[in-house]
């Protein structure tokens, strides 16, 4: 009995520890998984296959493609080539990709190796800065899901004020059919370049600091709203190529309401524009 009742200590002591064994194992691979399927709300930084960066590979099976991505340099003037100093660009970045589910994007500006221009949100629902810089913005919770298969991601950058040469955008996007591991996923990669285009007229207001627009997104109607009286002005829609859709006249000192049910489902610019300011942001219509 004495020996049983020693067989059933050292037993129960075993247990116990194959116990916190096992307890310790689920752990590791909870948080493996939670560190490899957890990027819906922004991907790590550097992931943009820029010049000694890695990209969406080093977490996501399959290889990554240098086809199926564009980027678009855009102003309420059209797509530009080159820009000058302290220009305010819209960059787009957006793929076709139908059957994925998922998607997700990193994005950086680099002239040589050098991180140039200043990043700004516009879209706080569907693109977000990666956490601990602003060098690279990425997907925000809301930006991943596109049952089209054609996401697209805007943001703006104001253009360095003095010439660094040519500056080149560099993106990766994850392209998944989100089943909640990394088979099946596709990447792909591009890159856009920017040469300095010499001293222009630079803009006299930057995206997002003289106009506010809510709700974004928005499906019937969105309000514009001016920091300061904006008075006998004019309000354009533009596309993200650049094209006029729409124009009217500013019919209150600071807010105006503008109806877009007939436009297609996208990503548009808008201007507030008088003889002396100049406002622009950007609105999605859902």
């Known amino acids: 009995m004495h020996r049983f009742w020693n067989y059933l200590t050292l037993n129960q002591k ?15 691979i909870a948080i493996s998984k939670t560190t490899l399927f957890t990027y819906s709300s922004g991907a790590p930084s550097a992931r943009t296959s820029a010049p000694g960066e890695k990209n969406c590979t080093e977490c996501h099976s399959g290889t990554a493609s240098t086809s199926g991505v564009t980027i678009l340099a855009t102003t309420t003037s059209g797509q530009v ?3 000058q100093p302290n220009q305010n660009i819209f960059i787009s970045v957006s793929v076709n990709k139908p059957g994925k589910m998922k998607f997700g994007f990193e994005l950086t500006a680099l002239a040589g190796t050098q991180h140039v221009g200043t990043f700004s949100i516009v879209d706080p629902n569907s693109t977000a800065f990666c956490s601990g810089t602003q060098d690279y ?17 805007m943001v703006a950058w104001k253009a360095p004020a003095t010439d660094k040469g040519t500056v080149k955008f560099y993106t990766a996007v994850n392209q998944t059919n989100d089943d909640g591991n990394t088979t099946g996923d596709e990447i792909a990669t591009g890159n856009f370049s920017l040469p300095f ?6 803009e006299t207001a930057t995206p997002n600091r003289l106009i506010k627009i809510f709700p974004n997104p928005a499906t019937e109607k969105i309000n ?44 548009y610019i808008i201007e507030l524009k008088n003889d002396k300011y100049l406002g622009v942001n950007y609105f999605n219509k859902q």
Do not use: C, R
């Open 197 to 202: 285009g010499g001293a222009g007229i630079t």
């Open 81 to 83: 080539t080159s820009y």
């Open 137 to 153: 913005i990425t997907h925000a919770d809301g930006g991943t899901v596109d049952s089209s298969g054609n996401p697209t991601w």
């Open 14 to 28: 075993d247990m116990k520890k194959l116990t916190l064994v096992l307890i310790v194992s689920i752990s590791i």
């Open 224 to 267: 514009i709203l001016s920091a300061s009286n904006f008075e006998h002005g004019i309000v354009s829609i533009f596309n993200i190529q650049g094209e006029l859709i729409s124009k009217s006249n500013v019919t209150d000192n600071n807010l105006n309401t503008i109806n877009i049910q007939s436009l297609p489902v996208g990503n």
